[in-house]
């Protein structure tokens, strides 16, 4: 029997690769993967950025431009003459006016599959009007979940299961190889102390920090234990009040937006995360893991499957300070045990959550649509 052999198919991809380093990496370097496969990669952004300059090194062809709106003539035209010029099989559009122009543009064109992305939940619900002309657009032909959480808020959204599809965006360990941790002098810890770090921004009640206040309430005062609050919008005039109604000012330190982040976080002994509900896969804590630092997680279905408890972390029940109390003190009693997680943690994350393991999804799940 002769196998007729598969065809990368041509990828249209739409998004924004002119924003910090950080935040896109992890996507961008999924198509510089791609193009290492010998993808033919096309990429509509804005070129200002480091990305475009390295997407187009490794191959690909950069078109200059951001869609304005949800309904942008010219990006739609270009989306057109790209796809003919370019033979394009399938067109991934990366956010929700990305998504609007795709659709229109592939409206009476069904032979090249539109696919979208999705990197949190909330805000998609099957009654509201303006979904349907992004995320819930009936043009789109799949939609790629960044975590099991997004995908199973499509699927309440009436999406079909085979419509939705999970893939993480994975890391590389060379990407925080050469990050030295940053010295904490500034925050004056007392010697030898045992530091979290809890990093986020903003959306205090769905991290989960006032949970975390109360589990730091129940540590004795002779621990020498501090908890680093690293983002924006953490000390809201809530978490300050219950902070001092409890007398913990001591244990908290609030950095507020740092671009050393990843260092701070790397000095670090533990990292935290005791959200309650709403994540995808993490970014803080995947960086967190790739930094070398045991991980204290809660079981939502955001988090599920980054780490095995007791092997690559601790996983603690959501809105549950004793539990949260525990593996704190449990972690901050023993470096043996915190070398042991760290160790499991970044070989997890190697592993289950890697570039190389993101390329290689991403491009079985291109040919096999594209047939």
Request: net charge positive; aromatic share 10%; glycine share 6%.
């Amino acid at each position: 029997m002769i196998h007729n052999p598969i065809v990368k198919p041509n990828i249209l991809v739409i998004s924004n690769y002119n924003d910090p380093v950080n935040p896109i990496r992890p996507e961008a370097e999924i198509f510089i993967g791609l193009a290492a496969l010998k993808f033919n990669i096309t990429v509509i952004t804005p070129t200002q950025g480091e990305y475009p300059a390295k997407l187009a090194s490794a191959g690909c062809e950069i078109i200059d431009y951001l869609p304005k709106n949800k309904f942008d003539k010219k990006a739609i035209e270009l989306i057109k003459e790209t796809i003919q010029r370019k033979n394009i099989q399938v067109v991934h559009a990366f956010n929700s006016k990305a998504i609007a122009n795709a659709s229109w543009a592939l409206w009476n064109n069904k032979k090249v599959k539109l696919v979208t992305y999705r990197g949190y939940t909330g805000n998609i619900k099957w009654y509201d009007p303006t979904n349907y002309l992004s995320f819930l657009n009936p043009r789109v032909d799949y939609m790629v979940c960044l975590a099991e959480s997004v995908r199973e808020m499509y699927l309440k959204s009436g999406v079909s299961k085979t419509k939705a599809i999970t893939i993480n965006k994975g890391h590389k360990r060379s990407w925080y190889d050469h990050i030295e941790p940053a010295k904490l002098d500034e925050f004056n810890f007392n010697e030898g102390a045992v530091v979290c770090s809890f990093v986020a921004n903003f959306r205090t009640k769905m991290k989960g920090v006032n949970y975390l206040i109360d589990a730091v309430s129940k540590i004795q005062k002779d621990y020498n234990i501090y908890f680093l609050m690293i983002g924006e919008g953490l000390n809201t005039d809530e978490v300050i009040a219950s902070i001092s109604d409890l007398g913990l000012q001591d244990r908290f330190r609030f950095t507020g937006f740092r671009k050393d982040a990843s260092n701070l976080v790397k000095a670090c002994d533990i990292s935290i995360s005791a959200s309650i509900y709403g994540e995808a896969t993490q970014k803080a804590m995947i960086e967190a893991m790739y930094l070398g630092n045991a991980v204290i997680m809660t079981d939502i279905s955001g988090n599920r499957g980054m780490i095995e408890n007791n092997v690559s972390g601790i996983i603690v029940p959501p809105k549950n300070a004793s539990k949260l109390y525990e593996a704190i003190t449990r972690l901050s009693e023993s470096p043996e045990l915190r070398n042991k997680l760290a160790k499991g943690s970044l070989e997890r994350v190697s592993t289950h959550l890697s570039n190389d393991r993101t390329v290689k999804e991403y491009a079985a799940f291109y040919e096999r649509i594209s047939i």
